[in-house]
């Protein structure tokens, strides 16, 4: 029996539109140049519809092709400081990557988030997966492979709580040595932390590190799986874990209006500049069973969630019943039609349905 289900209270949250491109890759969607003002206006709009969190990602190198998909963005942890001034209720989750940004200056920095949004702070930590756009910058090492750089993002991660809570520290580790080392002031409260996993190892950085994982499959029942591996990975650590999962939503008046919409992205397909993004990810495309290389077949990086708010309100709920989740992170094609349709006839409706 897990510590955690799925009943009760749902988060949701909106991911920005950091990078130009957003989350379809396509020659067709609406303008996304991934600026401060077009993540402000999202932000607030997000925040005044009631949505529970607000998170922007890090991305250093973009995947080329046409669009230049994703070549464009702001740095995430100085964007939020922005955007949680300009916003009021919503958790602001800024992300990092333990290998490009020392703890000790992480530590303050999340701090100076949290005086900025009012102990509304968070962080996202990614142990990093994006060779191409750290070896730019000399951060990447081939040292550290995919269950090392969980090892060093334990370090980074103990650092960085500890941090926030200790007068000084004292570390002598295989990657980082502190001596002595200050971090004042400490944050109101703890930062609400996440990360993503998929893999064991992965989860098991989440269960440790995190008060929420991000979780993802190619179909409903891989996304079930791993669900239940993180929750069972929990109780034999004794914690509990939030697991959440994110959607991209097409919404418009009519099913048949949005999925003519879908249709258009879909057939506007940045060929080269999913390439790019496999390249980047270290994927085959001829991985066939692999969630994202089936999603990017239809220009789409995340699930899609397509039609009218009634329609996208029940996806929504057969999505977080049939796997599990305690929330989900959702981005759009459109953010301003988007949330503004989301918050008048999809959010009241999944409220009322979950309690």
Same mark, same amino acid.
Request: aromatic letters at 8%.
């Given at each position: 029996?897990?510590?955690?289900?799925?009943?009760? +209270?749902?988060?949701?949250? #909106?991911?920005?539109?950091?990078? =130009?491109? @957003?989350?379809?890759?396509?020659?067709? *969607?609406? &303008?996304?140049?991934?600026?401060?003002?077009?993540?402000?206006?999202?932000?607030?709009?997000?925040?005044?519809?009631?949505?529970?969190?607000?998170?922007?990602?890090?991305?250093?190198?973009?995947?080329?092709?046409?669009?230049?998909?994703?070549?464009?963005?702001?740095?995430?942890?100085?964007?939020?400081?922005?955007?949680?001034?300009?916003?009021?209720?919503? +958790?602001?989750?800024?992300? #990092?990557?333990?290998?490009?940004? =020392?703890? @000790?200056?992480?530590?303050?920095?999340? *701090?100076? &988030?949290?005086?900025?949004?009012?102990?509304?702070?968070?962080?996202?930590?990614?142990?990093?997966?994006?060779?191409?756009?750290?070896?730019?910058?000399?951060?990447?090492?081939?040292?550290?492979?995919?269950?090392?750089?969980?090892?060093?993002?334990?370090?980074?991660?103990?650092?960085?709580?500890?941090?926030?809570?200790?007068?000084?520290?004292?570390?002598?580790?295989?990657?980082?040595?502190?001596?002595?080392?200050?971090?004042?002031?400490?944050?109101?409260?703890?930062?609400? *932390?996440?990360?993503?996993?998929?893999?064991?190892?992965?989860?098991?950085?989440?269960?440790?590190?995190?008060?929420?994982?991000?979780?993802?499959?190619?179909?409903?029942?891989?996304?079930?799986?791993?669900?239940?591996?993180?929750?069972?990975?929990?109780?034999?650590?004794?914690?509990?874990?939030?697991?959440?999962?994110?959607?991209?939503?097409?919404?418009?008046?009519?099913?048949?209006?949005?999925?003519?919409?879908?249709?258009?992205?879909?057939?506007?397909?940045?060929?080269?500049?999913?390439?790019?993004?496999?390249?980047?990810?270290?994927?085959?495309?001829?991985?066939?069973?692999?969630?994202?290389?089936?999603?990017?077949?239809?220009?789409?990086?995340?699930?899609?969630?397509?039609?009218?708010?009634?329609?996208?309100?029940?996806?929504?709920?057969?999505?977080?019943?049939?796997?599990?989740?305690?929330?989900?992170?959702?981005?759009?094609?459109?953010?301003?039609?988007?949330?503004?349709?989301?918050?008048?006839?999809?959010?009241?409706?999944?409220?009322?349905?979950?309690?």
């Amino acid at each position: 029996m897990t510590n955690q289900t799925c009943t009760g +209270k749902k988060e949701f949250g #909106v991911f920005l539109p950091i990078a =130009n491109g @957003g989350w379809i890759v396509s020659k067709n *969607t609406p &303008l996304l140049d991934g600026s401060y003002q077009q993540n402000k206006q999202a932000a607030v709009l997000a925040d005044e519809i009631g949505m529970d969190f607000i998170m922007s990602m890090a991305k250093w190198r973009g995947y080329g092709g046409e669009t230049n998909h994703w070549g464009c963005s702001m740095e995430s942890v100085s964007m939020m400081c922005g955007i949680a001034e300009a916003t009021k209720n919503a +958790k602001i989750i800024a992300t #990092v990557h333990t290998l490009l940004m =020392n703890p @000790g200056a992480v530590a303050k920095m999340i *701090t100076t &988030l949290d005086q900025i949004s009012q102990g509304r702070a968070g962080l996202n930590i990614v142990s990093g997966s994006f060779r191409d756009e750290l070896n730019q910058m000399g951060a990447w090492r081939d040292d550290v492979d995919h269950d090392e750089r969980y090892n060093y993002a334990q370090e980074w991660s103990s650092l960085v709580h500890r941090l926030w809570t200790e007068d000084t520290v004292d570390f002598a580790g295989k990657y980082f040595n502190f001596t002595d080392c200050v971090s004042e002031p400490k944050p109101s409260q703890k930062p609400f *932390t996440v990360c993503a996993g998929q893999s064991e190892r992965g989860l098991r950085f989440s269960v440790r590190n995190a008060d929420a994982c991000f979780v993802g499959g190619k179909d409903d029942e891989e996304t079930l799986g791993i669900t239940r591996l993180a929750r069972k990975i929990a109780d034999e650590y004794n914690e509990s874990i939030k697991c959440y999962t994110m959607a991209t939503v097409v919404i418009d008046d009519t099913d048949e209006k949005a999925e003519a919409t879908a249709q258009y992205y879909r057939d506007g397909k940045d060929l080269g500049a999913v390439e790019g993004m496999m390249r980047s990810y270290g994927i085959d495309p001829a991985l066939k069973d692999n969630a994202m290389v089936i999603r990017s077949q239809g220009a789409f990086m995340a699930r899609d969630i397509i039609g009218s708010p009634e329609t996208v309100t029940q996806k929504l709920i057969e999505l977080i019943d049939n796997t599990e989740m305690d929330g989900v992170m959702i981005n759009f094609d459109d953010y301003q039609q988007g949330l503004t349709l989301f918050g008048e006839h999809v959010l009241p409706n999944l409220r009322a349905h979950y309690g």
